[in-house]
């Protein structure tokens, strides 16, 4: 988890953040979705269906509301934030600005992905770099109002700058990890699991390792920089949530969990065991029990800390002088017992739009 807002805005890439790291989450374009059928096929995710990495991203109009189904890191990082926060984003769908530091994210990310597309011994730093006016060409047709962030930059120097930083990081990935020796059995791999419970999980992997050993490394970018040493819990949350997911899927406890941090040159691994897992899922049933109290109750707490400085509704927050929008909404009854649907007790409306959580 970042502590820095500007490290967090940056880390949008994949799901957590301390609550800093991504703002919305959603599947990018093109991300594998997993598990795959039973054939073994992986489906697509349609562009336009929002972006994890892109985050701050999924602004367009504001969607029907809905009750929460499912969690994310990012969203259980959010409710861990501020309780009011989540509810915005997850059930009210607020749209929000798309943010600089969250889209470079998500173009070094999509750089960093499509370059293994290449023979290993092509995977250098100079074809990287060349990648990104591609990919932001790419970003911008999938997500057209990522451009709003230049509107004011007729000259295009603040984006020519924007560019180069993205591909100073790229560059940095290769001080770090030697792509031409990797061969992801994963990319941007989206994941499922229900657990016991009912409640289900949900996230992207930026990119999964399987050894000849079948030992499983996930690995996580970070455009941001490495936390302090008193943070790195609550930077593995995500990838800890991500193991737990894999390991309710395969059956198979992930070896390491590695976090590359572009921003500073720092890698963060951490080997789980199975004691790990079972502590992060108590604890996300704890989240999660929580979050159903609050969608029943409508008691959705706003939480000020300095990160009110990176939240999109302060116009609607009491913090700031806001009116909420009206509440209770109009969610589908959950099924009794079931820690996956909406709340008890609810009144029902069908969720039309794409799964945000
Ligand atoms: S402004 Fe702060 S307290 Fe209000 S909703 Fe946003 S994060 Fe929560």
Not at 298 to 312: A, F, I, N, V
Not at 325 to 350: F, K, M, N, Q, T
Request: with cysteine; aromatic share 8%.
């Amino acid at each position: 988890m970042e502590t820095s807002t500007e490290g967090a805005a940056e880390d949008c890439g994949s799901d957590v953040a301390p609550v800093t790291e991504t703002v919305a989450d959603g599947y990018p374009a093109g991300a594998q979705v997993y598990p795959a059928g039973a054939d073994g096929a992986v489906a697509t995710v349609e562009a336009g269906e929002a972006g994890e990495g892109a985050a701050t991203a999924v602004v367009a109009a504001a969607r029907p509301a809905i009750a929460p189904a499912s969690l994310s890191p990012s969203r259980a990082s959010d409710f861990m934030q501020c309780p009011l926060l989540y509810r915005f984003r997850v059930i009210d769908r607020l749209p929000e600005k798309p943010s600089a530091a969250a889209t470079k994210g998500t173009l070094v990310h999509a750089v960093l992905e499509r370059l293994f597309d290449a023979p290993a011994a092509e995977r250098t730093a100079p074809r990287a770099k060349s990648l990104v006016p591609g990919q932001w060409d790419r970003l911008r047709e999938s997500r057209p109002e990522v451009v709003e962030l230049f509107e004011d930059d007729p000259e295009g120097e603040r984006l020519a700058t924007w560019l180069g930083e993205a591909e100073q990081l790229v560059e940095r990935w290769f001080s770090l990890e030697d792509p031409t020796r990797l061969e992801p059995a994963e990319r941007e791999l989206f994941v499922e699991a229900e657990l016991d419970s009912g409640l289900r999980l949900r996230g992207i992997i930026d990119r999964v390792d399987v050894a000849a050993t079948g030992e499983v490394r996930i690995v996580d970018y970070k455009t941001g920089k490495a936390p302090r040493p008193e943070y790195a819990e609550g930077a593995l949350f995500q990838m800890k949530f991500y193991a737990l997911v894999v390991w309710r899927l395969k059956q198979v406890i992930p070896r390491r969990l590695q976090l590359v941090y572009l921003g500073s040159g720092d890698v963060l691994t951490y080997d789980p065991v199975r004691a790990d897992l079972e502590r992060v899922e108590r604890k996300l049933l704890a989240l999660w029990d929580a979050i159903r109290q609050a969608t029943e109750t409508g008691e959705w707490r706003p939480r000020p800390t300095k990160l009110c400085g990176w939240c999109d509704h302060q116009a609607h927050c009491p913090e700031f002088g806001g009116t909420p929008p009206p509440y209770p909404l109009p969610v589908r009854v959950a099924d009794p017992g079931s820690a996956g649907g909406p709340a008890r007790g609810a009144p029902a409306v069908e969720n039309s739009g794409p799964r945000e959580m």
